[in-house]
């Protein structure tokens, strides 16, 4: 790669990072036009034309094209630009100071998802400097509200702009690290994700003072009904593709049981043990989860409430409908007369193609920079802006290639947790990446 200067991108892509961090576009409010702007009159420099599309006040996402020659398919590499909150306490360093420290850049959105943002711009940013001419046309887009469900940035853009974004093939975020096995690094691929269905549970009752209390309270049966989902164990289901993640995931920590892999209640509790996080990890990939995170009730302390709200945060394995989330909450609560269900965000779950150009074109590009490396295919527990464009047809991999120099334990805390950061060399070897997946998909 003897146009591909290490040192001088190490220091391009970690200086981009870290003045990403330190534009603060938590989500909510987002305020992602801010960073959109700042990434804009970096490839504006360069000579790209670009746009920044707002659903609302900014809420901007940055696109751009480079257009081809017609004779290659055409290649997306998106990210996201907002990030979820984050408070000083309990960080080593301040979460949107972009501190550079020990060869690790930390805050906020340095793994998810400003980590992938710097290396691709500056992927895209060596390209046009060399003035690199693609067979088919090469579009970047960085999104607005990932982090809230996307229907303010991928899925706005989709439903309204969808020309800005037409593409072939979709690289984005949700796969890529790595699970050192028997000396060697198996990567994943992100192919399928869970759907995302949050709901609203709502309980009514009688109000009345509350120093004569009585059982008609709101706030009584949404307890009852949020302690029964708690308890839930919703069956499994283990499709071919988590099976065969899970067997390099276990391999890896030197758990993988003899003969073929089949999760049932009694290996996960035998796991949970001795890896209680990766049990938890485990038990999200094979069955539908639901999870209470929010709940309101009440105007005043002496007062018995008449309604009650709960938000709850259901993910369905890819096949699961909306009419299979009702028949499980119906399960769990009975006949659901003292319940309202309302649906917040309803996007089931989405699966791309193993045996497409793109899917081969990543396993045999990070090959080159990881010789003798090997692959899996991965289903995330999340959901991600992948599924706008799946939802269209067309085949979208998470792919972020990250070596393991921070445990894949610690991994899983950071991402949304405290002292979030990723390495340089992490960030060098992903800018190689894109950088030479763009030239074998459009060269």
């Not at 309101?296 to 007062?303: D, F, H, S």
Request: net charge negative; with cysteine; hydrophobic share 40%.
């Amino acid at each position: 790669m003897p146009e591909f200067d290490e040192g001088a991108v190490k220091k391009e892509v970690t200086g981009l990072l870290s003045q990403l961090i330190r534009i603060d576009t938590s989500n909510p409010p987002g305020n992602e036009t801010a960073a959109a702007e700042f990434l804009r009159d970096l490839l504006v420099a360069e000579g790209l034309q670009t746009e920044i599309v707002e659903s609302a006040p900014g809420r901007g996402s940055l696109l751009a094209r480079v257009p081809g020659k017609g004779k290659r398919k055409s290649l997306l590499l998106m990210s996201h630009l907002d990030v979820v909150p984050a408070s000083a306490e309990g960080w080593k360093h301040p979460p949107f100071a972009g501190i550079v420290e020990d060869g690790f850049v930390w805050g906020r959105g340095a793994w998810d998802c400003k980590g992938m943002v710097a290396p691709e711009v500056v992927a895209l940013l060596l390209l046009l400097r060399e003035g690199f001419q693609p067979q088919g046309d090469l579009v970047l887009a960085l999104w607005a509200d990932e982090e809230k469900g996307g229907n303010m940035g991928a899925g706005w853009v989709v439903k309204n702009r969808p020309e800005l974004v037409q593409a072939d093939f979709v690289v984005n975020e949700g796969g890529g690290h790595a699970l050192p096995v028997d000396g060697r690094n198996h990567y994943t691929i992100q192919v399928a994700e869970k759907g995302v269905f949050w709901t609203r549970l709502i309980t009514r009752g009688t109000p009345g003072h509350a120093s004569m209390p009585h059982r008609d309270n709101a706030l009584l049966k949404m307890s009852t009904c949020l302690s029964r989902l708690g308890t839930l164990k919703t069956p499994i289901q283990q499709s071919e593709i988590v099976g065969q993640y899970l067997s390099k995931r276990l391999a890896s920590i030197g758990q993988m049981p003899a003969g073929k892999l089949q999760v049932d209640d009694r290996f996960l509790e035998e796991l949970e043990k001795t890896h209680p996080r990766v049990a938890a990890e485990v038990n999200t990939l094979v069955r539908m989860s639901i999870a209470p995170t929010m709940i309101q009730a009440g105007t005043k302390e002496n007062i018995i409430p008449e309604r009650c709200q709960a938000v709850v945060d259901c993910r369905l394995l890819p096949g699961q409908t909306a009419e299979d989330l009702r028949r499980t909450f119906a399960d769990a609560l009975g006949s659901l007369e003292e319940v309202e269900i309302e649906p917040i965000q309803a996007d089931e779950g989405s699966i791309s193609p193993l045996d497409t150009e793109l899917y081969e074109a990543i396993m045999q590009t990070m090959s080159e920079l990881d010789p003798g490396c090997g692959f899996v295919p991965y289903m995330v527990s999340g959901g991600t802006d992948s599924r706008f464009f799946r939802q269209k047809g067309v085949p979208a991999y998470g792919f972020f290639p990250l070596k393991p120099d921070i445990p894949l334990s610690e991994q899983l805390s950071i991402v949304h947790g405290r002292n979030e950061r990723i390495s340089q060399e992490n960030l060098l070897l992903a800018t190689k990446f894109f950088y030479e997946l763009v030239k074998k998909m459009l060269g």
